[in-house]
C-alpha cells in the first residue's frame, strides 16, 4: 500500500532532486501537501489509494472557503502533481485527479508607475550621504534591470561583469530555478554603482566583523535584506509624494512596460525579465493596450 507520508516524502524528494526546484518551491509543495494530508487523516484515510474523486471534490470546496483563489489553485496544482507522480510511479493503480483542475484567475495587470512618478522616486536618495548613495543604486537597479528585489539583493560585487564608467558593464542575475541571465546597465544605474563603490561601499564594508562579498550593504557592512529593502523603497515613495503603494514589483513592472510602450520587442523583455515563457511577458502588452484604449477613449469625439 502507498502510505501517504512516503508517498509524499518520496514525492518532495523527486521535485528537488530529479526536477531541481528550487528550495522556496519544494517548501511551498511541502506546506500544501501538509495541508491536504491533514485533511485527508481527518476523515479516516492513511493510504492514497484510497483517495477518490469525492475527497478531492471536498477538499477543493472545503479550501475555498479557507483561502484566496490563487492559493486555492495553487495548492490544487500540488495534489494533482502528487497523484500524478503516485501514478506514474506505480505506487496506485489509479489517478483520481485526472479530472482536477485550479480554478481559473482573473486575469490582473500589473499597475505600472509613471515615468514622471520612477523619476521623482530616483530623486529621492541623497547622494551626498552613503545610505543615500546605497539607497540610489537599489532603486537604479531595480527600475534599470527589472530584476526581483530577491535577486538584487543576492548579487555580489562580482556579479558586476564591469564597472567604473565601462559602456558595457551588466548584471550577472541568478534567477527562479538557478536560471542565470546577463543584463545589461544603463548610464544612470552605472553612474549610480560607480559612485557607490567608490564613496558609499567601503565606508561600510568596515564596519564589518568580516569580509562581505554582497553589493549592497546594510549599516552595519553585511548584505542587505530583502526585508530592508522593501522599507528603503517604501520611505523613498512616500517622500517622493507617490499616492499608491509603490513595492519592488512595481518597479519590475514599471521597467517592462516602459520597454514596450518604448517599442521593445516583447521577446526581447522576455529575457531581460528571466521568463520562461513569452505568454508570462505578454501580460506587459495587455497594460499598453489598455492604456492606449483610455486615451483612445478619452480624446476622440467619436469614441463614446
Sequence with gaps: ??????????????????????????AAY??????????????????????????????????????????????????????GFAHEEGLVADNPALDLHPPKLQQRLPKALTVAEVQDLLDVPDREAVIGLRDSVLLELLYGTGARISEVCALDVDDLTAVLGDEDAGLRLLGKGGKERLVPLGSYARAAVDAYLVRARPVLAQRARRAEPALLLNQRGGRLSRQSAWAVIGAAARRAGIATEVSPHSLRHSFATHLIDGGADVRVVQELLGHASVATTQIYTLVTIDSLREVYLGAHPRAT
Design 1 to 26: 500500500m502507498a502510505n501517504l507520508d512516503d508517498v509524499v516524502a518520496d514525492y518532495l524528494g523527486h521535485v528537488r532532486v530529479e526536477r531541481g526546484l528550487a528550495a522556496n518551491t519544494v
Design 30 to 83: 511541502r506546506r500544501d501537501l501538509a495541508r491536504y494530508a491533514d485533511f485527508l487523516r481527518q476523515r479516516g484515510i492513511d493510504e492514497l489509494a484510497d483517495v477518490t474523486a469525492v475527497e478531492l471534490s471536498e477538499f477543493v470546496r472545503e479550501l475555498s472557503t479557507q483561502v484566496a483563489r490563487a492559493s486555492v489553485a495553487r495548492i490544487v496544482v500540488s495534489v494533482r502533481n502528487l497523484h
